[in-house]
C-alpha cells in the first residue's frame, strides 16, 4: 500500500465557489472523491489536509515523514510567496508533485513564479480538476513504475 499526503493550501475550501470561471464548480470534496477513486485502483491510501495557515501546511508535511510516500500539494497563494513552504518539502525528502486548477503561467506575472518547483518532482498547472488526477497518476508511477 502506498500512502500519500494531499496538501490543500489557502482559499482552496472556497473551490466551487471562488472564483468558478478560472478555477472551476468541483468542489474541494469532488476532488478528493475523485482522488479516492483514483488511488483505491492503485492500491494507494489518501490523507487529505486543507489549510488557510502556513504554520500548519508545513507541520502537515513534517508528520507526513511519518507515514507518507509521497505528497500531492496544490500550496496555492503559498506557490509565490512561502520560501518556509518550499525548505519544508525540501526537508521531508518526499516525493512531491505540485498541481494547480489554472495555468500559472498564463495568468499574472507574480503568478509565473513558484519558489516550490525547484524541490518538487514535477509541477501540472492548468487542467483544472484534472490537474490533481493528473499529479496523482504522475507521483504514483513514480513510486511504482507500471512498465
Ligand atoms: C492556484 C493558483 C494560485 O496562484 C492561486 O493563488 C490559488 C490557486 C491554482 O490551483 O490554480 O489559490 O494554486
Same mark, same amino acid.
Given at each position: ?8 493550501? $489557502? ?18 470534496? @469532488? !476532488? ?8 483505491? =485502483? ?5 490523507? %487529505? ?18 507515514? &507518507?510516500?509521497? !505528497?500531492?500539494?496544490?500550496? *496555492? &497563494?503559498?506557490?509565490? =510567496?512561502?520560501?518556509? +513552504?518550499? @525548505? &519544508?518539502?525540501?526537508?521531508?525528502? +518526499? $516525493? =512531491?508533485?505540485?498541481?494547480?486548477? %489554472?495555468? !500559472? ?7 509565473? =513564479?513558484?519558489?516550490?518547483? $525547484?524541490?518538487?518532482?514535477?509541477? !501540472?498547472? *492548468? ?10 497518476? &504522475?507521483?504514483? @508511477?513514480?513510486? %511504482? $513504475?507500471?512498465?
Amino acid at each position: 500500500m502506498t500512502h500519500i499526503l494531499v496538501l490543500h493550501g $489557502p482559499n482552496l475550501n472556497l473551490l466551487g465557489e471562488r472564483q468558478p470561471e478560472i478555477y472551476g464548480y468541483q468542489t474541494l470534496a @469532488d !476532488i478528493d472523491a475523485a482522488l479516492v477513486a483514483l488511488a483505491a =485502483t492503485r492500491q494507494a491510501h489518501l490523507r %487529505s489536509q486543507q489549510s488557510n495557515h502556513e504554520g500548519v501546511l508545513i507541520d502537515a508535511i513534517h508528520d507526513a515523514r511519518a507515514w &507518507a510516500n509521497g !505528497i500531492l500539494v496544490n500550496p *496555492g &497563494a503559498y506557490t509565490h =510567496t512561502s520560501y518556509a +513552504l518550499r @525548505d &519544508a518539502i525540501a526537508a521531508a525528502s +518526499l $516525493p =512531491t508533485v505540485e498541481v494547480h486548477l %489554472s495555468n !500559472i503561467h498564463a495568468r499574472e506575472p507574480f503568478r509565473h =513564479t513558484s519558489l516550490l518547483a $525547484p524541490v518538487c518532482l514535477g509541477q !501540472i498547472v *492548468g487542467f483544472g480538476w484534472r490537474s490533481y488526477l493528473l499529479g496523482l497518476q &504522475a507521483l504514483l @508511477d513514480h513510486l %511504482s $513504475p507500471i512498465a
